[in-house]
């Protein structure tokens, strides 16, 4: 029950601002869109091979990668940087103070700010699958299936990162890059990662998203629509998912206590 | 712990360390490649809180009057010691300690700036279990009460540091706690504002029996304020009375004696009871200050004695007055005293 309650506070509070600064809002999903489309359009224009990679559905798929990379960015940013930032301003120390506890609001947090940029990366993609040509294969449950597992799957990494800038605020700088590769993997991934050597297969598999982005892909993009839920990178994601969520959740709460310790709750 | 006591600390302990790396000793002056540094902002400190009291925390910068409210509020786990809010331990019932207090922490950026003080109000209510209309009905009450009611739907960047201050306090007390932490409530503010935050939380106290405990620089606030006080020093609490009480102990039974001529002082001091005369300044004639003991019946025997040896000395004395302390000498004579030693040495 209390999770809805703060849930519903950080909507009207996102809102709330998306509203009140609504050009920049808008101004933000036209550059998103067009900073892609200017990475694709350059590419297609180069000729060769890279053209034939990007044309119609590689498009699609290279901008949906774009912008699950993006999304994950976004949600592990939120409990890193954006952890940084609130301890900076204070805002933490009051959210600290709900009655509803640190991991509560963080969850209801980062909910509101990925039902956010769900909405808004839906807006882009469509516009950049509309401009390449491209198709999307509109399979409500087996994408709600995935989106939902890849935002449980991110909010564990991000509670573990999280947990860890609580106590060494400087490692948030360390967690810009991790994001960066997280960019990287969703924009790669694809079936071919059974090719890659063993270890870059195994770092692959473990990071959160390579394995969503591939589901993802495959559903969206692929139209294999319910098929996606009986091949091994399904498996994979599921089992990411309990060990990120149960690894994150654990870390933070240790790393809670140890801020507390240490007295750095509020500090930065 | 006792049922009219809102908060109670007990022997409660806190240091940090902080880890330095080849950084240079102030007092060798030579490089270590890694020293660990223990601060001891709270060094076993004990007081309690009533229902309907004004407690005032007072202490230099750094003595422990942040980290004695953090703790108070969860924010900070003690090493050692216990601190209950309203008979609950903060330790074991952390998030229903959290429903029972309001707390303003140093510092305005406790309110989102893009944000009107009304959803301000709204949001934190939501994050803390008040909603549907009894928050709106309380958001509305309180910016009337603390008067804001004029600029609640204005966003909080384009308000006053004054107004920031007076809705932090509005969002302590959305929850209408019984227990109202208050840091620095009144630093960097005007004069208007801190006498409101002022009147508003002796009207949360006297009148609506909640307990408050504030800290602050400003003595005048603190003096006018609190009904007791405690001084706070390199972590460890020296002082801790009631305000008359402590302003009374502190009073150095120094009196003012104006003459129609400065007598010879050292046969006065020899007088039993005189701790000490010395001439004092002053443009309306010549006076002088005898300090007398603090034993009460000593000190009075010693005052008829000296009056008698002025009638002696031939002096005509023109009036007696009992130099008034006032809390900053108090807190200046109480924390320039050096850190006492603790038994385990540290």
């Known amino acids: ?268 | 712990m006792s049922n009219s006591n809102a908060i109670e600390l007990h022997d409660v302990d806190k240091t940090f360390y902080t880890r330095h790396i080849f950084q240079k000793h102030e007092d060798t002056g030579r490089r270590r490649l890694y020293e660990k540094r223990a601060v001891h902002a709270v060094d076993r400190v004990n007081f309690t809180i009533e229902r309907g009291e004004v407690f005032g925390l007072l202490g230099p910068n750094g003595a422990g009057k942040t980290t004695t409210v953090k703790m108070i509020s969860g924010l900070v786990r003690p090493d050692a010691g216990k601190v209950f809010v309203d008979g609950l331990e903060v330790e074991r019932k952390r998030l229903k300690v959290l429903r029972k207090i309001g707390v303003v922490l140093e510092g305005t950026r406790t309110c989102i700036w893009p944000l009107t003080p009304l959803e301000n109000l709204s949001y934190f209510g939501n994050l803390r279990d008040v909603k549907g209309p009894i928050l709106k009905q309380r958001a509305r009450e309180l910016l009337d009460f603390i008067g804001l009611k004029d600029k609640m739907n204005v966003q909080v960047r384009r308000l006053s540091r004054g107004q920031k201050q007076k809705l932090a306090v509005c969002i302590a007390l959305i929850t209408d706690p019984p227990v109202i932490l208050l840091d620095e409530p009144t630093t960097g503010l005007d004069v208007q504002s801190s006498r409101a935050i002022r009147d508003k939380v002796i009207e949360l106290t006297h009148e609506r029996g909640k307990c408050a405990l504030v800290t602050t620089h400003d003595m005048a606030v603190a003096q006018s304020l609190c009904d007791r006080i405690g001084i706070i020093n390199h972590g460890a609490l020296v002082a801790c009375k009631p305000t008359d009480e402590l302003l009374d102990v502190f009073s150095e039974q120094t009196f003012e004696f104006r003459v129609d001529r400065l007598p010879a002082l050292d046969g006065l001091a020899a007088v039993p009871g005189v701790v000490g005369a010395e001439p004092c300044p002053e443009d309306d004639g010549p006076a002088f200050l005898l300090h007398l003991v603090q034993d009460e019946a000593t000190r009075s025997a010693a005052m008829y004695d000296a009056m008698d040896w002025l009638r002696g000395a031939g002096c005509l004395l023109r009036s007696i007055t009992r130099r008034q302390q006032t809390l900053e000498n108090v807190f200046l004579r109480l924390t320039s005293e050096p850190r006492p030693a603790r038994p385990d040495g540290e």
Request: proline share 2%; charged share 10%.
């Open chain 1, 1 to 268: 029950m209390g999770f809805f309650l703060v849930m519903k506070a950080e909507l009207v509070r996102t809102f709330t601002i998306m509203r009140r600064y609504w050009f920049a809002t808008l101004t933000g999903l036209i550059m998103g869109w067009g900073m892609l489309m200017v990475l694709i359009i350059g590419f297609m224009s180069g000729g060769g091979e890279m053209a034939e990679r990007l044309a119609g559905e590689k498009a699609t798929s290279g901008a949906l990668g774009l912008v699950i990379g993006m999304f994950a960015f976004g949600i592990v940013g939120l409990f890193t940087q954006g952890l940084q930032g609130m301890a900076r301003t204070g805002e933490l120390e009051q959210v600290y103070m709900s009655p509803h506890g640190l991991v509560t609001n963080f969850l209801a947090r980062s909910f509101v700010s990925a039902l956010s940029a769900i909405f808004t990366s839906s807006i882009m993609l469509m516009l950049v699958a509309a401009s390449v040509k491209g198709r999307l294969h509109a399979d409500p449950l087996p994408t709600a299936a995935i989106l939902f597992l890849t935002y449980v799957n991110l909010i564990g990494f991000g509670f573990m990162t999280g947990g860890l800038v609580l106590v060494f605020k400087q490692t948030g700088q360390v967690a810009v890059l991790i994001r960066l590769v997280l960019v990287g993997l969703a924009v790669v991934a694809s079936e071919a990662v059974q090719d890659w050597p063993l270890v870059a297969r195994g770092v692959a598999h473990a990071l959160p998203i390579t394995d969503a982005a591939i589901c993802l892909k495959m559903v969206v993009v692929q139209g294999r629509g319910m098929g996606v839920f009986a091949t091994s990178y399904f498996f994979f994601l599921l089992v990411s998912c309990g060990i990120w969520t149960s690894l994150g959740l654990t870390c933070f709460k240790i790393m809670e206590n140890w801020s507390r310790d240490k007295g750095t709750l509020g500090a930065y």
